[in-house]
């Protein structure tokens, strides 16, 4: 039953399964899943990702830079799952930047770039709390990341080898 009052059914979460579950049980057109398909985190890919090309059904990114460190890279104090960050994160993010840097790109404009490559994701919602902030959101988006950037993650064993990347 449809009047035109409602345009779009969607759920925001946290965990990519929770989005699966509600993905395979109804009739839904986006979610919203936080920090959980990222340069760190990709195990979305395994099935639910792949579900929502199949369904056609959006995806909106929030948190690309998982809880900060993505965006600050592994400092002293760096926070990921809205805690510290292990040293088992720190290491991998040190990692990655490393490969970023290799290329000319910072860390952070990798971490947002990333997820956009997915065609299931229609958009990214980096956040940000001052004006200079968002600003700076935007420019990464003009931000030109090389292919082989993406390459190299892969062969570091940093990135799967069934993430599609930005173009």
């Known amino acids: 039953m449809t009047n035109g009052v409602v345009k779009a059914i969607g759920a925001g979460v946290n965990e990519w399964e929770v989005a699966e579950t ?66 088992e994160i720190l290491e991998r993010v040190k990692r990655i930047q490393r490969v970023c840097r290799a290329h000319g790109v910072q860390l952070v404009e990798a971490a947002l770039r990333f997820p956009l490559g997915h065609p299931a994701i229609v958009s990214v919602i980096p956040g940000g709390q001052k004006p200079s902030e968002v600003r700076r959101n935007a420019e990464i988006l003009s931000v030109k990341i090389p292919a082989a950037l993406w390459r190299d993650l892969g062969t570091e064993g940093l990135l799967r080898a069934d993430a599609p990347t930005p173009r």
């Open 22 to 87: 509600l993905a395979r049980s109804g009739d839904f057109d986006l979610f919203l899943l936080a920090g959980r398909y990222t340069l760190l985190e990709q195990k979305a890919l395994d099935s639910f990702l792949p579900l929502c090309v199949e369904r056609k059904i959006g995806v909106v990114i929030g948190g690309p830079y998982n809880s900060g460190i993505l965006a600050t890279g592994p400092k002293p104090g760096a926070r990921y799952e809205y805690s510290a960050a292990s040293p």
